[in-house]
């Protein structure tokens, strides 16, 4: 083309994106809607005014340059990490040991440890080593198959490519025209003389492509239906490890443009399905994903099929066809019979393969315009329906089944008519914890496998796309050309005999009306359409304008597709309302989208106000959802590896510690109440995002189905949460602070004892003064990192790093929790009301029964108070783990109430220098040694 008709074709191109956008949007199919909810709901889509839930106060600046610090210190002692000393000396003298993991006291039951056997650890701390290390080897199980599978798409040729899409203008040549169109083509229907010629069009629901159409015409007249394709697999006995084999129905449909889409459809409904594969759009879930949420220890195999919900034939004003299907995915499960495995209805509401069904018939339109290979399987529908119409009203040119003989004939031979079987396993184990046990530990752990097939079934012949009157008898000679033969007036219309499909469909038939055999019965791709019964084409003339123009004139020089693309790329959407050049950008400018790769190919949507405002409302609901979770990733009760519903399943881990009492509405409590959300200044956010966040390792890194980041980051106190979208900077959404956990004692009052009560049973526990630290770090399964002092003695008078308490419970089934405070009083609270959830966040160390020492109540609060004393200086960690300690023994019997000596118990002088702590005889009120049944190791 010379330089004037280039600049003429720019001219052209320019025009026609201007006329599409003219009529973006707009109703053209005559009628006006009423009110839609949905698409103008009472409320409005996120942006909610409101900030995340829970307190916030401004940061201090103190605390965020110690952040900094610790970081700079973190980053500097990662190169010399030590070993800790697990064997120590508490308070009193005595050695004690530390559990390998967490770094806290362990007591009377203890496990050796993984790595070092003559280390100890918690149970709690082996459970969480066990599911990590279970985790690890399912990571690296889930990375050897997707190498595997990567490998078997590449060699079996797996993986839509948009260069197999047929040509409009090859095939224009085919057919002979006089000038072949660059662009869209369509039929117009000539009434008087019944035949059909094929015109140029810039309207995207009038266009067919005219390869897919031929290769459609033929498979009608050859074996009076659709098109047909399914995997089935070999040995359906051994569906587990059998290859799957191709079935094309004709049989010459391998190696076609058709069989191309509906294999490379079929098998990406499969991945879907199986969640192999990256979900088009935002919160929906794979059948896998579906089961996590609804359990069930029954095996199942099912598949989910394509098929086509509404078919018809409108027509313009200048009398274009518009062939007009809505599609969707149907779920059916699988059971073996004689002949092998059959489909049957899935009638179960609830049942894994009927939600991803829903789901996905839903965001059909929306996933069509986003992944290329559906939309492409949607427009060998339209043509599918187009050829069904054309045979049934007897417009069909018979030189176009000549036509299509030359594309079988010239089509490439499918070399991979067997393929891998396509398999999903999702392990989901459990270990389960009760008073620092492993129960069932071996048992606990189990996994569950799952098959999903796929298949495409069109069914058209349930829809009567022509006039009965207007019917003229087709037939099929022997040979490979296709004839119209004269007077077949004893066709009729008769059940297909396939079993397992509702409803019943009727297809065009001269064979016999026989029990199909098994090999004949569709078990995958089936476009079908003898369901669907329309008496004449829809007419909307001085509705939808004239949609056809010459071969010679300007829509068929001109690609609108490409311009339509070119726009959207460079960002000069001018010509569109701001509303609708964002919607555009959401449907095509995404990573969740695939059909920016077109270009020659690529057909814009249909600029109908209906299918326009539908995928608006779709679009719409995909930000809702990112609005809540980005509300939800800024709340202090975000829980690490429990995200909740709004984010992908995969945020949530199906490997599980079950904790006993420690459930994540009790995390997602904790964490509220000990994170403190801060408000920080800009150039704040600014320094972490350009000096500290690009050297800083995530403590969570997780993406969503848009490849947006969600990290959080941990610097001495400060937790700092990030989002970073696609092809965008990180941007810190919140920074907590993380403080103490302070349990309010939320009890009766102390009357409701009565002296006499008997001590039944007493229980140790130790906590980390950090609960949210700990509580983080168990849910990322790390291990305790080491302070400067941790490999020195544990000198309890300095470092303060765990607290004791004690549960008393008695005779009359009151419980009691007893602690001496910093302050030097002691603590007692009568039936608490999160008792369970401290002692959830906490470690057992000793628990025995004293029902027979005869120890009451009376005795209990006598020795609280001569402990009882408030100093100045308080009381250190040493003196308020003395007096756990002794009130166990106290209860146990293995301790009596003394007169105490002169200046006994006091603290030093304020402002005294303590000596360091070394080994010395044992002081405390009884010559046992032992304070707990089993002794310190179990």
């Not at 184990?429 to 069109?458: A, P």
């Not at 881990?653 to 995390?667: A, E, I, K, P, Y």
């Not at 790390?782 to 020195?792: C, I, P, R, T």
């Not at 166990?888 to 702590?917: E, I, N, Q, S």
Request: hydrophobic share 35%; with cysteine; aromatic share 8%.
């Amino acid at each position: 083309m010379t330089q004037e008709d280039l600049e003429a074709l720019k001219v052209h191109q320019d025009k026609a994106l201007r006329r599409y956008a003219e009529k973006f949007g707009r109703q053209q199919e005559g009628n006006q809607d009423g009110f839609n909810r949905r698409e103008f709901s009472w409320t409005g889509h996120g942006h909610s005014p409101a900030g995340p839930k829970g307190r916030a106060e401004k940061a201090d600046q103190a605390e965020l340059d110690a952040a900094l610090l610790a970081f700079q210190k973190a980053g500097q002692s990662n190169s010399c990490k030590r070993q800790p000393r697990l064997k120590d000396l508490d308070s009193e003298g005595e050695r004690i040991t530390l559990c390998a993991h967490c770094l806290l006291p362990v007591g009377e039951n203890a496990y050796a440890g993984k790595e070092d056997k003559t280390t100890s650890v918690h149970g709690e701390c082996m459970a969480q080593l066990m599911l990590q290390e279970i985790q690890e080897k399912d990571h690296k199980r889930l990375q050897e198959e997707a190498e595997t599978k990567e490998k078997n798409k590449k060699e079996y040729s797996i993986g839509w490519d948009v260069a197999s899409v047929p040509s409009n203008a090859v095939a224009a040549r085919r057919l002979g025209l006089d000038h072949c169109p660059n662009g869209l083509c369509c039929l117009v229907l000539d009434e008087g003389s019944q035949t059909v010629r094929v015109a140029a069009t810039h309207e995207p629901t009038a266009a067919v492509n005219l390869e897919y159409l031929l290769l459609a015409l033929r498979a009608r007249c050859h074996a009076c239906r659709e098109p047909l394709f399914s995997l089935d697999p070999v040995d359906p006995e051994n569906i587990e490890t059998t290859m799957q084999a191709k079935r094309y129905e004709p049989k010459w449909l391998a190696g076609t443009s058709v069989g191309e889409v509906m294999f490379q459809a079929d098998y990406f409904l499969k991945e879907l399905a199986m969640g192999d594969h990256g979900m088009p759009v935002l919160g929906m879930m794979s059948v896998f994903d579906w089961s996590d949420t609804e359990p069930t220890d029954k095996p199942w195999t099912g598949r989910e099929w394509f098929v086509v919900k509404k078919a018809e034939i409108r027509m313009a004003a200048d009398n274009t066809l518009i062939p007009h299907v809505k599609m969707g995915v149907e779920a059916r499960e699988q059971q073996m019979t004689r002949h092998g495995l059959q489909d049957v209805p899935c009638n179960n509401p609830n049942h894994p393969l009927q939600k991803f069904a829903e789901a996905f018939t839903k965001n059909f339109d929306l996933i069509a315009e986003r992944k290329s290979v559906i939309f492409h399987l949607r427009e060998l529908a339209k043509a599918s329906v187009m050829a069904k119409f054309l045979m049934e009203s007897g417009t069909l040119p018979v030189e176009w089944l000549k036509i299509a003989d030359g594309i079988v004939k010239d089509a490439k031979p499918d070399e991979c008519m067997e393929i891998p079987q396509l398999w999903n396993m999702r392990g989901q184990s459990r270990i389960q914890v009760v008073g620092g046990k492993i129960l069932n530990s071996e048992t606990g752990q189990w996994s569950q496998l799952r098959s999903v097939y796929g298949g495409i079934e069109f069914g058209l012949d349930r829809f009567e796309l022509a006039q009965r009157h207007m019917l003229r008898p087709v037939g099929v000679t022997d040979g490979s050309t296709m004839q119209m033969p004269i007077g077949l007036q004893g066709m009729q219309l008769g059940p297909t005999g396939r079993p397992g499909f509702a409803p019943s469909r009727f297809q065009l038939t001269q064979r016999p009306l026989t029990q199909p055999s098994p090999q004949e019965q569709p078990q995958g791709v089936d476009l079908n359409l003898d369901k669907f019964e329309l008496s004449a084409p829809d007419r909307f003339a001085g509705a939808l304008p004239a949609c056809s123009s010459t071969l010679d004139s300007m829509e068929a020089k001109t690609l609108l597709g490409k311009s339509f693309l070119q726009s959207i790329r460079d960002g000069s959407t001018d010509l569109f309302k701001a509303d609708d050049a964002s919607l555009l950008k959401d449907v095509y400018f995404s990573s969740l989208s695939d059909r920016m790769d077109e270009d020659d190919a690529f057909v814009p949507p249909d600029p109908d106000a209906k299918y326009i405002a539908k995928l608006r409302n779709l679009v719409s609901e995909e930000e809702d959802l990112k609005q809540r979770r980005r509300r939800k990733f800024t709340e202090a009760s975000f829980v690490v590896g429990k995200a909740g519903s709004e984010f992908p399943t995969s945020w949530t881990s199906s490997f599980q510690v079950d904790n006993h009492g420690l459930s994540t509405d009790l995390m997602q409590a904790a964490l509220a109440s000990s994170l403190v959300k801060l408000v920080v200044e800009k150039s704040f956010s600014e320094t972490l995002v350009r000096d500290v966040l690009p050297s800083a390792t995530p403590e969570f890194e997780k993406p969503t189905e848009d490849g947006t980041q969600f990290r959080i980051y941990r610097f001495g106190s400060l937790e700092v949460r990030t989002i970073q979208e696609i092809s965008k900077a990180e941007v810190v959404e919140a920074v907590f602070s993380m403080r103490p956990i302070t349990w309010q004692p939320d009890s009766v009052s102390e009357d409701a004892l009565r002296d006499g009560e008997r001590l039944a049973k007493v229980t140790m526990y130790v906590e980390a003064i950090n609960v949210v630290s700990e509580l983080n770090r168990s849910l990322h399964g790390k291990a305790a990192l080491l302070s400067e002092e941790g490999d020195a003695f544990w000198q309890s008078h300095a470092l303060d790093h765990c607290n004791y308490y004690l549960v008393l419970e008695t005779d009359a089934g009151n419980k009691l929790v007893t602690e001496k405070l910093s302050d030097g009083s002691v603590g007692l609270a009568v039936n608490p009301a999160n008792l369970t959830n401290r002692n959830s966040l906490a470690r057992l160390l000793y628990s025995a029964d004293c029902a027979e020492t005869g120890v009451s109540v009376r005795d209990f609060k006598v020795f609280r108070n001569q402990s009882a004393r408030q100093t100045p200086s308080g009381a250190c960690p040493s003196e308020r783990q003395v007096y756990v300690k002794n009130v166990f023994k106290l209860a146990c019997g293995k301790a009596r109430l003394v007169r105490k000596g002169k200046g006994t118990g006091k603290g030093p002088a304020p402002g005294a220098a303590r000596a360091p702590m070394q080994p010395q005889a044992r002081k405390t009120y009884s010559c046992t040694v032992n304070y707990g049944r089993g002794g310190a190791q179990a």
